[in-house]
């Protein structure tokens, strides 16, 4: 059996559906996570990204992004500290049972899943509103 290779239309054609499908899934709003991910995978494997500009959706996030974490950069530091001093394994978050992520105290830490941290995060989010 002999294997014969795809000529470039042929890749182009393909190229040219797939980027049809993932368009039309999202914006009918049938994409699923894992197309979302694929979506994310496509467009990163075909150097195609967004650029941020100023009054644009991705503009403001960036400009969102910067001041959180200007504001927050001694949170993220002592959040650093914390991870360095526990070593949870794969899979594993450090939580600070107090909520405070400057309580760098051992008796203050633990480690928990990934899952578990976001939920105590949700939970105290929830809480506020």
């Not at 890749?11 to 991910?37: C, I, M, P, W």
């Not at 960036?62 to 959180?68: E, H, V």
């Amino acid at each position: 059996m002999s294997k014969s290779k795809a000529t470039e239309d042929q890749f182009h054609e393909l190229h040219q559906l797939v980027t049809q499908e993932f368009l039309q899934r999202v914006k009918s709003g049938e994409a699923s996570t894992q197309d979302l991910k694929a979506a994310c995978d496509w467009l990163k494997t075909n150097d195609i990204i967004g650029v941020a500009t100023e009054g644009k959706a991705l503009g403001k996030r960036a400009t969102y992004q910067k001041r959180y974490r200007k504001a927050n950069k001694d949170k993220d530091a002592s959040r650093t500290r914390a991870r360095r001093k526990m070593k949870c394994g794969a899979g594993k978050e450090v939580d600070h049972k107090d909520g405070n992520p400057k309580n760098n105290n051992r008796e203050n830490l633990k480690c928990v899943s990934r899952l578990k941290n976001r939920q105590k995060g949700a939970r105290k989010t929830n809480r506020k509103r």
